[in-house]
């Protein structure tokens, strides 16, 4: 019952932030330079074709007036057409954010193959070598920016050894994972620094708290109260710090995606902002922030069920 | 010996954190070089040089030339400029306006602090860059709508970070002193609890510079902040990528220069919350 009232609870809370949202998708996609209709009729248009296609597009109208028209089309799923690839925004949506969500989730999984046993490693061995060790690489990790080890991924794993595709999607569920694999392994190196260094202290703090000495006392092996009682706790914080990240995840994934030239959303939203594409600018931020709402809203539900306190 | 006992040894001593030393080292060498470019710089980082086209490092280029045959080390000395500059700019303002509007809304509380709860999650909810991308796209490319763009978004996060501090401040007796006194809400905010309060964000700042960086390279390899031919680290590594099988140090050198700074930065974020014992 209480974690049912939390998720409802966690729901409407999600309503404000997506009008907010909203909101400054609206305005500023109506602060780009040069209208909508130059863009469509290029630059010697005639007066009287800049105003017809403003009042088809409702441009014509107040701006109250055009954003309740935004809200109504949004909620129905209706963006509009690409001005460039004349194709209904939300099928374009539907074709690249799938590829960017693969990419993300990849990252996500191999940051924490990296980082979890790294982590404990760490942890562990406190103050040793091998902790400074592998706190020294993570820390190069966070310093380095995400096109550049892209870069140099794709040099040597792509270009030189051969081992991976330079670029491209490929086809078939096996074929993606083979081409996200190096795009993949960039982003996670960033993020697996971000994970390992809270999970190394997240460890140490519990692996000195009170019922980890009281289970050590009791006598269950150590791999157990590992397992049992270390993990379960310091994962929670870890948790909360993903779905934190999942917005750095994401802008990663739109310079990832221009390096390793990926069909996915980022690089598509990078296109068109340069190709003043209105309509796929405004889906697109729409659909990426509807996606990292919901990862809130999962991390949450997670964290919940990993520790029931959080529902209060 | 847990880690706190380690530190207060370190602290009876009166030695400086080490990763504050190395970290103050790199920044303290990085400015001086970035204040005085010409004084490092063996050429001049723009002049062509037909004759030493694509040249491998050696001992009339260190670190090679371009494919303009510029001299990679020159440029990357001077790139030093640009990027420290984008380090503060990029941050500065973010840092002085989120720390007065996370003051004043640590104190209020209240319906301002609800209503800017939800600019944060908003805010938090959005990639970051590409919040920085729409935005620059607005204002068009270049160094100061980048700053524009980045402090737009970055002065919440301090702001989150001060107003939370404040909400304790407030409670002590000291501030409940200064109220008795008489003294105006601005002055017991802006002179009592905020040098109590301004700490973690400071040590955020440092992070924060580095973070500019990354993403200041990063929007000048997308060829939206820094303009070419302006030597900065994303452009110097934009100019090198499709060199990098035949000429690889055209981009792998300014980017080193990325990652040394940025642990610089960030060595010195650590260094300082042990020495300020700021929890992170």
Redesign the interface.
């Known amino acids: 019952m209480q974690l049912l009232s939390f998720i409802f609870r966690r729901i409407l809370?999600l309503l404000?932030?997506l009008l907010?949202?909203l909101i400054?998708v609206f305005v500023?996609v109506r602060?780009?330079?040069g209208d909508p209709a130059s863009a469509i009729l290029g630059d010697r248009a005639l007066d009287a074709d800049v105003e017809r296609i403003n009042r088809e597009l409702g441009l014509d109208r107040p701006l109250y007036v055009q954003f309740f028209a935004f809200l109504k089309s949004v909620v129905t799923g209706n963006l509009g057409d690409s001005i460039h690839l004349k194709i209904p925004v939300a099928e374009l949506i539907k074709k690249r954010l799938p590829v960017t969500i693969m990419l993300t989730v990849m990252a996500a999984l191999i940051a924490v193959v990296l980082a979890l046993p790294l982590a404990f490693v760490a942890a562990l061995k406190?103050?040793k070598p091998a902790d400074a060790a592998i706190r020294g690489v993570f820390?190069?990790g966070?310093?380095?920016?995400?096109?550049?080890s892209g870069?140099?991924l794709?040099?040597v794993f792509g270009?030189?050894l051969r081992w991976f595709p330079v670029g491209g999607y490929g086809d078939g569920f096996l074929d993606h994972i083979y081409h996200l694999f190096l795009p993949a392994l960039t982003l996670a190196f960033s993020l697996s620094a971000i994970l390992m260094r809270s999970l190394r202290s997240a460890i140490?703090d519990v692996l000195?708290a009170e019922y980890v000495q009281f289970a050590k006392a009791k006598g269950i092996g150590p791999g157990l109260v590992l397992m049992r009682h270390v993990l379960r706790n310091a994962l929670i914080s870890t948790v909360a710090l993903f779905g934190?990240s999942i917005?750095?995840l994401?802008?990663?994934a739109?310079?990832t995606e221009?390096v390793f030239a990926i069909p996915g959303a980022?690089r598509l939203?990078?296109e068109s902002?340069?190709g003043r594409d209105y309509p796929v600018?405004q889906g697109m931020?729409i659909a990426?922030?509807v996606l990292?709402?919901l990862t809130?809203l999962l991390t949450d539900l997670v964290q919940a069920w990993l520790d029931p306190r959080v529902t209060r | 010996m847990t880690e706190t006992a380690n530190h207060r040894a370190t602290r009876v001593r009166g030695r400086l954190p080490r990763p504050l030393v190395i970290g103050g080292s790199i920044l303290l060498l990085s400015l001086f070089i970035g204040t005085f470019p010409a004084l490092f710089a063996p050429y001049d980082p723009n002049v062509f040089d037909y004759g030493a086209l694509l040249q491998p490092p050696g001992f009339a280029h260190p670190l090679g030339t371009d494919n303009f045959g510029r001299d990679m080390l020159s440029r990357v000395i001077h790139a030093y400029t640009i990027d420290m500059q984008i380090a503060f700019f990029a941050t500065v303002f973010a840092f002085v306006f989120g720390t007065i509007v996370g003051a004043l809304v640590g104190y209020a509380g209240g319906i301002a602090e609800v209503l800017f709860g939800r600019v944060v999650d908003a805010v938090i909810t959005f990639p970051f860059l590409v919040l920085v991308i729409a935005i620059v796209s607005v204002l068009g490319p270049g160094l100061v709508n980048m700053y524009i763009a980045v402090s737009v978004v970055g002065w919440v996060f301090y702001a989150r970070i001060i107003s939370a501090e404040i909400k304790v401040q407030k409670q002590l007796d000291y501030a409940d002193a200064g109220r008795a006194m008489g003294y105006t809400h601005m002055r017991i905010i802006f002179i009592h609890l905020l040098p109590n309060s301004i700490t973690p964000a400071v040590v955020y700042w440092m992070t924060d510079m580095a973070l500019a960086i990354l993403l200041g390279s990063s929007l000048g390899y997308l060829g939206l902040g820094a303009q070419p031919p302006s030597a900065e680290w994303g452009v110097l590594i934009a100019d090198g990528k499709n060199f990098m099988a035949t000429a690889w140090w055209i981009s792998v050198f300014p980017g080193l220069a990325i990652v040394l700074t940025g642990l610089g930065f960030s060595l010195a974020g650590d260094g300082l919350a042990e020495l300020l014992r700021v929890k992170r």
Not at chain 1, 142 to 148: A, D, E, K, R
């Open positions: 809370h404000p932030t907010f949202i400054v500023l602060l780009l330079p406190r103050t820390q190069v966070l310093s380095m920016p995400v096109f550049y870069l140099i794709l040099t270009a030189k140490i000195d934190l917005g750095t994401l802008s990663g739109v310079i221009s980022g939203m990078i902002i340069y600018v931020t990426l922030a990292v709402s809130f």
